[in-house]
Nanobody
Framework: QVQLVESGGGLVQAGGSLRLSCAAS????????MGWFRQAPGKEREFVVG????????EYADSVKGRFTISRDNAKNAVYLAMNSLKPEDTAVYYC??????????????????WGQGTQVTVSS
């Protein structure tokens, strides 16, 4: 059974930082591209950043470029999201997702096979 478990969310003031983690189990992690998505109340789930199985390809949403950094550790079956210079508009539930490496795009919700339960990030102004 595949499980993706996010952690590290919380409440932070604008300008602050958080680091999210996603622990994967039940799959061969190095065969999977990974992504972070977020969903704010009343809005659709949106792409934040994705990383290929090797880490050789990374794509960021324009809204987070220069502020967020994704990384992965295949030995630990984990992917991380370092978030700096947080803004109130970054407030959302953040989801970790995985898809078998292949032709499907990193930035598309429908590309992903597995999802975590989400972790809340709240940025106060």
């Amino acid at each position: 059974q595949v499980q993706l478990v996010e952690s590290g969310g919380g409440l932070v003031q604008a300008g602050g930082s958080l680091r999210l983690s996603c622990a994967a189990s039940g799959l061969t992690f190095s065969n999977y591209d990974m992504g972070w998505f977020r969903q704010a109340p009343g809005k659709e789930r949106e792409f934040v950043v994705g990383i290929s199985w090797s880490g050789g390809l990374i794509e960021y949403a324009d809204s987070v470029k220069g502020r967020f950094t994704i990384s992965r550790d295949n030995a630990k079956n984990a992917v991380y999201l370092a978030m700096n210079s947080l803004k109130p508009e970054d407030t959302a539930v953040y989801y970790c997702a995985g898809k078998l490496s292949g032709s499907r795009r990193l930035g598309t919700v429908k590309s992903y096979d597995y999802w975590g339960q989400g972790t809340q990030v709240t940025v106060s102004s």
